[in-house]
């Protein structure tokens, strides 16, 4: 069964940084294009980062509100794709997903996305 799974999450203070990992059982990461998500409390589900299928160079998209500070890549030997989270800010607090998408070129669009991790949460607070 095709499985997702986040790590990385945490509580960090305000200008912290951490590295989220999106890591797959079932599934070869490098044929699907990844997006990264995010839900804070009270709020619907964002769209802030994807990356396409392995191309040489990938299509990145990064949101307005995250563009500068956050970093995706992907490392195909472990299977695993990464969210690198600097200058975190209290805006930042939510719970970040990881999904899959056969569409090669990476979409904003969550519901082109098919498999689903169950998230992880990251906590900005001093």
């Known amino acids: 069964q095709d499985q997702l799974v986040e790590s990385g999450g945490g509580l960090v203070q305000p200008g912290e940084s951490l590295r989220l990992s999106c890591t797959a059982s079932?599934?070869?990461?490098?044929?699907?294009?990844i997006g990264w998500f995010r839900q804070a409390p009270g709020k619907e589900r964002e769209t802030i980062s994807c990356?396409?299928?392995?191309?040489?160079?990938?299509?990145?998209y990064y949101a307005p509100s995250v563009e500068g500070r956050f970093t995706i890549s992907r490392d195909n030997a472990e299977n695993t794709v990464y969210l690198q989270l600097n200058r975190l800010a209290p805006e930042d607090t939510a719970v970040y997903y990881c999904?899959?998408?056969?569409?090669?070129?990476?979409?904003?669009?969550?519901?082109?996305?098919?498999?689903w991790g169950q998230g992880t949460q990251v906590t900005v607070s001093s």
């Open positions: 999904a899959t998408t056969p569409f090669a070129g990476c979409t904003t669009r969550q519901y082109d996305y098919h498999t």
């Open positions: 990356i396409s299928m392995t191309m040489n160079p990938p299509y990145i």
């Open positions: 079932g599934v070869t990461l490098n044929h699907y294009a």
